[in-house]
């Protein structure tokens, strides 16, 4: 049977009001009703058109859907010629009870937003990349797990030995990750044999293949410590070697560590990202060893031998007259070991001129001393270039 145009049918226009439609409705209603035109099969026909026309446009919901799609129906038998047959083909669909005014409640915004003829393609596509993951049939290979791991300033430079608990997934003992516990199969409990189970979706109902069985209804024999899952979740304690030199970010990967792969695939792998807490005074550019050491004025203008702490210990560092606020000295390889490339970083020592108390008169009378003998402007060079 052709589908009729309902507005056709109402003789109103697309845009007809709701008292537009209804108006129109009782006046055809009348006109064709069976009992003005006893025995007339046409009229009859025309009536029962008429009143399933009114019915969809007389319902806001189901004049959107008819508005959108073309057509509308509370009931589409499975594999009919309905939407689930334009939108090609959908994995095991019955639609049993389908609803559209239920279902467009949900995904209003969809329907309304949305004015192609692909609509519905769309919407179950989302509907069942929403629901439960395919079936898993195949090996995967396990995932990878990231872990962090804190350490001091010195247990990076130094390196150390920490121990972290990392659960994991790993390859079930008792069944060596088959899943299985020998045997005949049974029934899988999840569809009961049938291969496929229900799910609804507001007023929707359909039917996906079972994902326990992938549809074969049967089961394995399940092993009794994984559930047929192949793999068991457990926590253990894992001793992590961090290597001198350590960088704050560095990540390290333990091959094989991660969860392990299901049905027998490889497992992922486990990543442990080192975090190492600032020093206080210590700080790392990389390999080099950056540090601001405080020096008198008289240790600046005269120059002399300072002592200044690296991560070795104390070492002598000579700065020479007239050192300057701010100036930095190297110290060669006194920085960080870098295993990779067998060298070590660079200290830089930054220099802050410290200005003394001053309280006594002696003090004072030889600041005044000075600031005689040297009459220049300090901010000349500044004045010069503003
Ligand atoms: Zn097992
Ligand atoms: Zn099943």
Redesign the pocket.
């Known amino acids: 049977m052709a589908k009729q145009d309902y507005y056709e049918t109402l003789h109103v226009s697309k845009g007809a009001s709701q008292d537009e439609i209804k108006k129109s409705y009782r006046r055809l209603a009348r006109k064709y009703h069976p009992d003005v035109n006893p025995g007339d099969k046409a009229a009859e026909e025309r009536f029962k058109q008429v009143q399933e026309a009114y019915d969809v446009l007389s319902d806001a919901k189901k004049r959107q859907v008819y508005d959108q799609f073309g057509f509308y129906s509370d009931n589409i038998p499975p594999g009919g010629g309905g939407p689930g047959a334009g939108a090609g083909p959908q994995p095991d669909m019955n639609f049993d009870s389908f609803d559209f005014s239920e279902f467009f409640q949900g995904g209003g915004q969809r329907a309304s937003a949305g004015n192609s003829t692909g609509g519905f393609r769309d919407i179950f596509s989302n509907l069942f990349n929403r629901g439960e993951a395919p079936p898993q049939q195949s090996p995967e290979k396990g995932e990878d797990l990231e872990y962090s791991i804190n350490i001091d300033f010195w247990q990076a430079i130094k390196g150390t030995q920490a121990r972290i608990n990392i659960t994991r997934y790993e390859v079930?003992p008792?069944?060596h990750g088959t899943?299985s516990a020998g045997g005949h199969t049974i029934t899988c409990p999840e569809c009961n044999g049938t291969g496929s189970v229900s799910q609804m979706a507001g007023a929707m109902r359909f039917n996906l293949t079972c994902p326990k069985c992938g549809g074969s209804g049967k089961l394995k024999n399940a092993?009794p410590?994984?559930q047929g899952e192949?793999r068991i979740a457990h926590t253990e304690s894992v001793e992590v070697r961090i290597p001198p030199g350590a960088r704050n970010g560095s990540r390290l990967r333990v091959p094989g560590k991660g969860n392990a792969g299901s049905m027998g695939a490889p497992s992922g792998d486990l990543y442990i990202t080192t975090r190492v807490e600032d020093h206080l005074y210590f700080h790392r550019e990389g390999d080099d060893i950056q540090i601001r050491v405080p020096v008198a004025v008289w240790e600046a203008g005269l120059g002399a031998k300072i002592e200044v702490p690296t991560i070795d210990g104390r070492t002598l560092l000579k700065i020479p007259q007239g050192t300057h606020n701010g100036q930095k000295f190297r110290l060669r390889e006194k920085g960080v070991f870098n295993a990779r490339t067998n060298q070590r970083g660079d200290q830089i020592v930054e220099i802050a001129i410290e200005t003394p108390k001053v309280q006594d008169e002696r003090t004072k009378e030889l600041l005044r001393e000075m600031a005689g003998l040297h009459p220049e402007d300090p901010r000349a060079d500044l004045w010069a270039k503003v």
């Open positions: 079930c008792t069944c899943g092993c410590t994984c192949g």
